[in-house]
């Protein structure tokens, strides 16, 4: 399974990022799998975003879900992130991964080469 997302690179604050993440390899409507998105700001560690499930379900970090939309197109195998009003904050790699999940077990194993984002005016 590859992962390859892109997007725009740089924004201004208040925009709207959105990220489209292509999977090859793999469907996203197989059984047990999950579409996330993670993000990692410079000198900070990770922060798991949302996903999407392969039933198309949702679900998002709390402290962002506000701002934050994960979609899909089955009949391209992508998926997408948008997360609008973003700030300087926001600046970070984001990368589109896959979540395998076996009952009790979550275990990310595919990542995309991540795609940095910078927000500045």
């Not at 975003?49 to 970090?61: D, N």
């Not at 195998?77 to 979550?106: I, K, M, W």
Request: net charge neutral; with cysteine.
């Amino acid at each position: 399974v590859q992962l390859q997302e892109w997007g725009p690179g740089l924004l201004k604050p208040s925009q709207t990022l959105s990220l489209t993440c292509a999977v090859y390899g793999g469907s996203i409507t197989t059984s047990g799998d999950y579409w996330a998105w993670i993000r990692q700001p410079p000198g900070k560690g990770l922060e798991w975003m949302g996903l999407i499930s392969y039933e198309g379900k949702t679900h998002y970090s709390p402290s962002i879900k506000s701002r934050t939309s994960v979609s899909r197109d089955t009949s391209k195998n992508q998926f997408s992130l948008h997360l609008s009003s973003v700030t300087p904050e926001d600046t970070a790699v984001y990368y589109c991964v896959r979540a395998n999940v076996a009952g009790a077990l979550v275990v990310y194993d595919y990542w995309g080469q991540g795609t940095q984002v910078t927000v500045s005016s």
